[in-house]
């Protein structure tokens, strides 16, 4: 049987089992097809899609959301399983989309619909897994419930499902279900559920053809033109000589080229309107080496002054979008979103999502809760645990690695060999969040692509995934720093536009640092800088720029 309605890690806590690990398996079996099928969100869609093209199945999209009569009771104990929404198309996909979004502006207790939500459902298929439920809607095809891949894998899924929070530690619940809980063979599928439900349920899998929308950027709705005004600037400000000149037409060139024209202006407006009422931050990463951010006002460097590369900001080779981050006071932060929602429409405007994972230690903790192992005889082992980056191959492999090379390791999981199935479950998605600073501006209502939890303003998206579907993403950082300043400036009579012209070479302001009175500097406050600044000595600006490159190279 043809599995239509899957869960994955993005069932957070209800299903063990990766996105890539679970398709490559439905691959194997010889399934053409295979839908995923979350429990109140759609996070993995984008994730599934790319597996389902790697291994060569053609993805179907879904939802698990809860349905209950009109205007009954939230009653806990009547709580049945959730129905399964699968996308017969595009037109079905977005009405998943709104369907998640609904779910969460009437959320009681948990996301859920009402029996009348579902009455205009032409494009979406509804279906079952094993309950019996009193709604009068009729059901399209059978879905079994997952909870892991092989039966193999239930160690590793009853530690993760049955861990639950309190306060800094975790108590852990264990479901004892006779059903099977794995991915069903073929044959297993003849022997538990009825034919006519398999031959149903995979008839209906050939008329699913939804596929993820891609977005176009979205649209500046003012009237300025970028190159008007970076060249009216250049020339206002007196850098209109050769070095300035030719780097501005390098610039606007390649921005032309990768349709980034709306991105700037966009950026622009809102960053000089939030100057009219806030310090906004003079500059963050990359965007620093542009000079056609320092022309329209999004940054006050200038990169031809600091030679600094525009190529880290967008280059030709690149096929990601810019990446601005500009910095806000932490309490005027949200005025920008709001600016952002009234112009570009509030359907069109939410803060990017965030995926969750085990990381070592925690994992470890976790497994040594479920598995009744003494907290104190974890602690040799997390000291000695192997860190690495998010990019390194091996990055999600260091508690295996910890465990295999390290003498703290091989001594604890022979001990507690059980404790090897931690490894297993690091970097596994555990629950979602909001991006601290990413805001998604798109150039239509963001439920055409992805769910929304209207709850918590958030679309069912990481950075990931918007930049794989093409979503604009801005990234606003709202900053305790900024907030102080915008104290002090008020204090003393400064308007907010002074900060940006204060000199370079200021002595009192080098001395600072060589008394070492470092707190409350922005990243000076950190012990590797601390250090640093001790050996070294600040003499001149350069030396600040030479010591926070050092600490993080």
């Keep these: 049987m043809i599995h239509l309605g899957l869960q994955t890690e993005y069932s957070f806590r209800k ?101 009348y939500d579902l009455m205009d459902l032409d494009n979406v298929y509804i279906g079952q897994q094993p309950f019996v439920h009193d709604l009068t809607l009729p059901l399209d095809f059978f879905a079994i419930e997952n909870s892991y891949i092989l039966p193999q894998d239930k ?10 929070k309190r306060g800094n530690d975790y108590y852990h619940k264990f479901e004892r279900t006779t059903y099977p809980r794995h991915i069903l063979t073929d044959d297993e599928c003849e022997y538990h559920i009825p034919k006519h439900n398999i031959i149903t349920t995979n008839s209906k899998a050939g008329e699913c053809s939804a596929k993820l929308p891609m977005a176009t950027m979205a649209k500046y709705t003012g ?39 709306d991105y700037f202006m966009i950026v622009a407006d809102m960053v000089n309107d939030a100057k009219k009422t806030m310090f906004v931050g003079p500059s963050r990463g990359s965007s620093a080496g542009s000079l056609v951010c320092y022309l329209l006002g999004i940054t006050t460097i200038d990169p031809i002054r600091f030679n600094l590369l525009f190529e880290r900001f967008i280059d030709i080779n690149r096929c990601d979008l810019p990446d601005s981050d500009i910095d806000f006071p932490d309490r005027k932060r949200e005025k920008v979103v709001k600016w952002l929602r009234n112009t570009y429409g509030s359907d069109n405007v939410s803060c990017l999502g965030t995926i969750n994972r085990l990381k070592p230690r925690s994992a470890i903790n976790e497994f040594a809760m479920g598995l009744g192992i003494p907290k ?65 501006v798109a150039d239509r209502a963001l439920t055409e692509y992805g769910g929304v939890n209207a709850k918590k303003d958030i679309i069912m998206l990481d950075k990931n995934a918007a930049e794989y579907i093409g979503l604009l993403k801005i990234d606003c950082l709202g900053l305790r720093t900024l907030s102080v300043l915008e104290d002090v400036a008020d204090s003393v009579g400064w308007e907010y536009e002074d900060i940006y012209t204060m000199p370079l070479n200021d002595e009192k302001v080098f001395k600072i640092f060589n008394d070492m009175r470092l707190n409350g500097i922005f990243q000076f406050e950190g012990q590797s800088l601390r250090i640093l600044t001790r050996q070294i000595g600040v003499h001149k600006f350069d030396d600040i720029v030479a010591l926070t490159a050092l600490a993080r190279p």
Excluded at 231 to 259: A, C, H, Q, V
């Design 15 to 115: 299903c063990f089992g990766r996105i890539n690990d679970i398709v490559k398996h439905i691959a194997d079996m010889g399934h053409t097809h295979a839908g995923i099928a979350d429990v109140n969100n759609t996070f993995g869609h984008t994730d599934w899609d790319k597996a389902c093209k790697q291994y060569g199945v053609s993805p179907i999209f879904g939802v698990r959301l809860w349905v209950i009569k009109e205007k009954e009771k939230w009653d806990a104990r009547r709580c049945n399983n959730p129905l399964i929404f699968i996308a017969k198309n595009d037109d079905g996909l977005q009405d998943i989309y709104s369907l998640v979004k609904k779910a969460y502006v009437s959320f009681h207790y948990i996301p859920r619909l009402y029996e």
């Design 155 to 164: 160690a590793v899924y009853e530690v993760i499902a049955g861990a639950q």
């Design 223 to 261: 009237g300025n033109n970028l190159e008007l005004i970076c060249r009216t600037n250049l020339t206002n400000w007196g850098l209109d000589s050769g070095e300035y000149s030719g780097r501005l037409e390098y610039e606007i060139n390649l921005i032309k080229e990768k349709g980034y024209m």
């Design 376 to 440: 104190y005889e974890t602690e040799n082992v997390k000291n000695s645990i192997i860190e690495r980056s998010g990019g390194d191959e091996r990055a999600s492999m260091c508690i295996a690695d910890t465990f295999e090379t390290t003498e703290p390791g091989k001594e604890f999981v022979k001990q507690y060999p059980e404790m090897s199935l931690a490894s297993r479950a690091e970097a596994h998605a555990v629950y979602s969040g909001k991006h601290a600073a990413g805001i998604i």
